[in-house]
């Protein structure tokens, strides 16, 4: 079966759509990407649809719903590289994506998840406990 990957950066989750999206296949990333807010206690989630042409309403609720189940669970979503004719598209089918921030790029997405989580809890998140290893 196919699957979307998933990556963890940080206190984040990057999903990058390569392929247009078919019923399946965005059931499985909504299933697959709720899994894992909930099991690496993500407070993030980026979804980049740079590579994505088209968009119908079912796409769109998609990323609504999955936008309402991350921020049920503590984690806020961004949707990065939407292309001209995908957001004209979700207009006129009247989807407002309630819940979903966008930005141009990966790289503003992720500025902007930084700036609704607070720079406190992205470095709690980022610290990595070393041993110890001095003698005194």
Known sequence: MERIPILKMGPFLLVT???DLYDRLALNLENDLISMVS???????LIDISAVSI???F?????GN?????????AETVVVGMQPAVAITLV???LTLQGVYT???VEKGMELLQDKIGPDQVQ??????????RTD
């Open 55 to 57: 968009v119908d309403s």
């Open 103 to 105: 930005a141009l790029d």
């Open 59 to 63: 796409m769109g609720r998609i990323l």
């Open 66 to 74: 999955i936008a309402s189940m991350s921020r049920i669970m503590d």
């Open 17 to 19: 759509i390569q392929v």
């Open 39 to 45: 099991k690496t206690n993500a407070r993030g989630v």
């Open 124 to 133: 709690e998140q980022d610290e990595v406990e070393e041993p110890d290893d």
């Open 92 to 94: 006129e089918l009247g």
